[in-house]
């Protein structure tokens, strides 16, 4: 290369834009256009101002700091939150970190613990209720639970007695209309709580019987606008009557599309337009058309359209 030559850019071409001067436009000769530009620059401004004035207090020069409201309460915040140099113990070092100061959430959140040396029968929590008057229910593997804000009256299955839970393993627990307590209960079939007795009916399914329940393992329970109770079980999807004390099934059956594509039913749901949706286990989500009884089932995309 001779000398005097200047070197060439690596990576760059001859006519790359980093290499050609700026353009710069001459002033607008069209007034319209000028008032445009005049327009914004006075827009950015007042954005501007309006951005210091909202950084400062009442009564203070604009740029001045903003005082700490005198109203807030401090919040006790976990030492994992308020000391970030717990993560970084480089970072108490550093000038940012020096001036940070620890502030109350507003959406901390305290969880009281209930458990079974407060008198919960068991850990496992499969379903939880409230009903009409405020007491709270739980559905564990050793007995359904009424909490009182106080304690805990546990029901459980006691071979003695025919009035009592029919089983001790509680799947899901559910309020009617009239305010009794349905309990799916883990291959015992389906019980009805009468609160004001406190016993229990029991539903189970029979072979001999093709209106009786269509599996004795309960899994979810629904009551629809017109008071009418779901049962969802390994089965398939139960309609109860309660005048004729029978169950209407609804079952898969490969060889009818328009069939509930799943034989078990794990949650169940009725939509604003009154259609019935039903969740299983491995055939995807299910709507039942009430009119025709038919099935529509989607199995890996859904796409829902508001009426």
């Known amino acids: 290369m001779p000398s005097g030559t200047p070197p060439r850019s690596c990576g760059k071409s001859r006519g790359d834009a980093h290499d050609r001067p700026r353009r710069v436009d001459p002033a607008p000769s069209h007034p319209v256009v ?3 530009r005049v327009a914004r620059r006075s827009l950015l401004a007042l954005c501007m101002g309006m951005a210091m004035l909202l950084a400062t207090g009442p009564g203070q020069a604009p740029g001045a700091v903003r005082a700490q409201d005198p109203t807030l309460t401090p919040v006790a915040v976990p030492t994992a939150i308020t000391d970030p140099s717990k993560y970084d113990p480089d970072l108490a070092s550093r000038p940012r970190y020096a001036a940070w100061t620890p502030r109350a959430r507003d959406n901390d959140i305290r969880f009281d613990r209930l458990s079974v040396e407060n008198g919960l029968s068991q850990s496992a929590i499969n379903g939880i209720l409230q009903d009409r008057k405020g007491f709270m229910w739980f559905a564990t593997e050793d007995g359904l639970n009424k909490y009182d804000g106080y304690s ?8 003695q007695d025919p009035a009592s839970l029919s089983e001790s393993f509680v799947r899901c627990i559910h309020e009617d209309p009239a305010g009794a307590i349905w309990v799916g209960t883990w291959n015992a079939g389906l019980d009805r709580l009468d609160p004001a007795t406190g016993e229990f009916s029991h539903y189970r399914h029979s072979a001999n019987d093709p209106d009786s329940l ?3 393992n309960v899994l979810c329970l629904y009551t ?3 008071g009418t109770l779901w049962v969802g079980t390994a089965a398939g999807l139960d309609r109860f009557e309660p ?3 029978r169950f209407i ?6 060889a009818d599309k328009y069939s509930l594509s799943d034989y078990a039913v794990l949650s169940i749901r009725e939509d604003s337009n009154g259609r019935l949706w039903a969740g299983t286990w491995s ?3 299910n709507r039942l058309e009430r009119d025709t009884g038919l099935f529509t089932a989607t199995r890996t995309s859904l796409m829902i359209r508001r009426a």
Do not use: W
Request: proline content about 7%; glycine content about 14%; overall charge negative.
């Open 224 to 226: 629809d606008r017109a």
């Open 283 to 285: 055939g995807g989500l």
């Open 152 to 159: 805990f009256t546990v029901f459980r299955h006691d071979p």
């Open 34 to 36: 000028g008032e445009h």
């Open 243 to 245: 005048t004729a004390g």
């Open 249 to 254: 099934h609804y079952q898969h059956n490969p």
């Open 214 to 216: 269509s599996h004795d």
